[in-house]
């Protein structure tokens, strides 16, 4: 899988390239793009999407957004790229 973040934002899976959500769920992708490999906790991905007063469901809001990513990075596979490890998610590929 090959991440583009110089130019507009773009996932190519083998062969296909990936539709990518909009609003938070691409700002997701990039926060997760530009600390591949490292875990970025729950509390920075919340404080990062929605600010300084996110809402109270920001949390279940961020499992949707990660649920929905996973979905289309991998959709026939148990997640593989897009891991849950605490304190919150990691993209598991090379940063290269």
Known sequence: ???GILGPLDVVGGTRIIS???GRGRALL???ILNAGRV???DRLVDELWGQQPPATAATALQG???KLRKR???TQTPTVLI???PGYVLAVDPD
């Open 20 to 22: 990518l959500p909009r």
């Open 65 to 67: 957004l990660v649920s």
């Open 73 to 75: 990075l991998e959709p």
């Open 84 to 86: 849950t490890r605490e």
């Open 1 to 3: 899988m090959e991440f």
């Open 30 to 32: 990039a926060l997760l």
């Open 40 to 42: 970025v906790s729950t």
